[in-house]
């Protein structure tokens, strides 16, 4: 009789690894993505899985909050960062699958008004601060906070203005303080103004910062070595680097590494 228990121990317990492990293999692949490129990778996502038949999904937020969040055990499979800086981090600390560092985009920082007449006169309504509120992502967060700033500061307007800067913990709530009129203007990416149905499409002027006032916001991503989702993790990485999704990414206004 002991014998017989032993057995059917072993065979439960070996049936219950076996679909714990089904489980995970059948995990769908969960990406941490800077919200900046939301719309990007949701039309990517939707190819990947008409392509392959797996499920991906993303949660999107500020890159130092994602990464945050990453370092406490967040189980992301993979990390798409709105900078380089994060995700080379990620690699000294040991939180990277070597060898899976890819540069997938370099964005544009564009300033959006749905009221004044940015897109011809910007550095002179800048100047004049003749507003009440001008929006930005916490550049402590965010890279295209922290290109904004680099604009600000390097047209002579940072302390002109300091006072009147709201800060949004993400690059979507900065996109919002100005398409619900809680800023008259505000520092976006140009995919947001690209996104279909975007408010800011047929609303207002835009202005696209010229390069050469701020650091490039190349845009780095990484599959995380937490992962157990590892191939699937790949083959979406690799999928990233098709033609479809090259084309996705041109079409959202950022530019595609060659």
Same mark, same amino acid.
């Given at each position: *009789?002991? *014998? ?9 317990? *070996? ?16 990406? @941490? ?5 939301? +719309? @990007?990778?949701?039309?990517?996502? @939707? ?17 130092? /909050? ?24 990620? *690699?000294?600390?040991? #939180? ?27 550095? %002179? ?10 929006? $930005? ?22 302390? !002109? ?14 996109? %919002? ?14 995919? /947001? ?7 800011? &499409?047929?609303?207002? /002027?835009?202005?696209?910062?010229? /390069?050469?006032?701020? @650091?490039? $916001? ?6 995380? &070595?937490?992962?157990?989702? #590892?191939?699937?993790? +790949? ?5 990233? !680097?098709?033609?479809?999704? %090259?084309? $996705? $990414?041109? !079409? ?7």
């Amino acid at each position: *009789m002991l *014998m017989v228990r032993v057995v059917r121990v072993v065979v439960i317990c *070996m049936i219950l690894s076996g679909t714990g492990l089904a489980a995970a293999q059948g995990a769908p692949l969960t990406i @941490a993505v800077a919200a900046n490129f939301t +719309q @990007a990778i949701e039309d990517i996502g @939707a190819g990947f899985e008409a392509k392959t038949g797996e499920t991906v999904r993303f949660s999107f937020g500020a890159t130092g /909050q994602l990464y945050a969040q990453i370092r406490n055990g967040a189980p992301f499979d993979a990390f798409f960062s709105a900078d380089t800086k994060t995700p080379k981090l990620a *690699m000294q600390e040991g #939180l990277a699958e070597p060898g899976s560092y890819v540069v997938y985009a370099r964005g544009k920082l564009v300033l959006w008004s749905p009221a004044l007449p940015v897109k011809e006169q910007a550095r %002179q309504v800048l100047h004049a601060a003749a507003f009440q509120h001008l929006a $930005i992502t916490n550049p402590k967060v965010a890279p295209y906070g922290a290109a904004a700033m680099d604009v600000l500061n390097k047209l002579g307007d940072t302390q !002109r203005i300091q006072d009147k800067l709201v800060s949004g913990n993400s690059i979507t709530q900065t996109f %919002q303080f100005v398409s619900t009129g809680n800023a008259e203007l505000g520092f976006v990416a140009l995919s /947001q103004i690209l996104a279909p149905n975007s408010p800011a &499409k047929d609303k207002g /002027q835009i202005w696209l910062a010229p /390069q050469d006032l701020y @650091a490039p $916001i190349d845009q780095a991503a990484i599959i995380l &070595k937490r992962t157990n989702n #590892l191939k699937l993790a +790949q083959e979406f990485m690799a999928y990233l !680097r098709s033609p479809d999704a %090259q084309k $996705i $990414i041109e !079409r959202y206004g950022y530019e595609v590494p060659r």
